[in-house]
């Protein structure tokens, strides 16, 4: 199984500042934010299946386009895994014929371009020999975590979360974890905001990171913009032990 990172920032403002999105192998994406717009159009049209973390627009944005894109060009529908308040939302307000047409109407009922499939927290699913799986995370619209298991070893993907005992639990119990990519958003001088939006700060991510009984290579995500270099320091001063890396867009992890 190998790991894509398209996108990784808490916001934009440059050239390698893309919104969330993770490439695994070139068939599934984990969100759609802005990084998918990088890929090709024939990448593009390879992917099958998108798992949503929940349905703020930094991890959604590029969803609309991309259907709409490779619509065409493509046999069999784009299915769509999110929990089942997310699927509400995107129809309400995203595939409501206002915003976007719905795609999973078009051009019929039984053969549109879009599917949607609900999931639970412990929904597992085998997509070719690799076993995705939705963690528990704790933000202000429902949300999910992911696992990605390629057998060999696992890739842990918190999705954006504030502090939550019951995802920890779950990682703990992972025998082959390997990868751990963690949001944390903001620095400490912005603790409240982080408190009210549901985000980890470094203070709260190492006390997070205190409930994890796993070794596991850490890498920070979703860092807001301007704040990431300030952010990382005080990350090094809590996790040092740790050796707690920036995730950057680019990167890849083979497992």
Known sequence: MKVRILGCSGGIGGR???TTSLLV???ILIDCGTGVGDLAL??????????????HLDHIACLPLLIDTVCDMRSQPLVVHATEATIAVLRA????WAVWPDFSEIPSVEKSFLRFVPLHVGTSLD???RHITALPADHTVPAVGYRLDSGAASL??????????KLWEAVNAIDNLRYLIVETAFSNREAPRAAVSKHLCPDTLAAELERLTRPAEI??????????EVTMREIEVCLGSRDPRMLRKGQEFDF
């Open 156 to 165: 842990v993907f918190t999705g954006d979360t504030g502090p939550c005992r």
């Open 16 to 18: 390698d500042l893309r």
């Open 42 to 55: 024939d990448e593009l049209a390879l992917i099958d299946h998108l798992f949503l973390t929940h349905s």
């Open 93 to 96: 307000h995203i595939f409501n």
């Open 127 to 129: 997509i070719g020999g």
């Open 219 to 228: 890498y920070i995500t979703h860092l807001k913009p301007g704040q990431a």
């Open 25 to 27: 192998d070139d068939d």
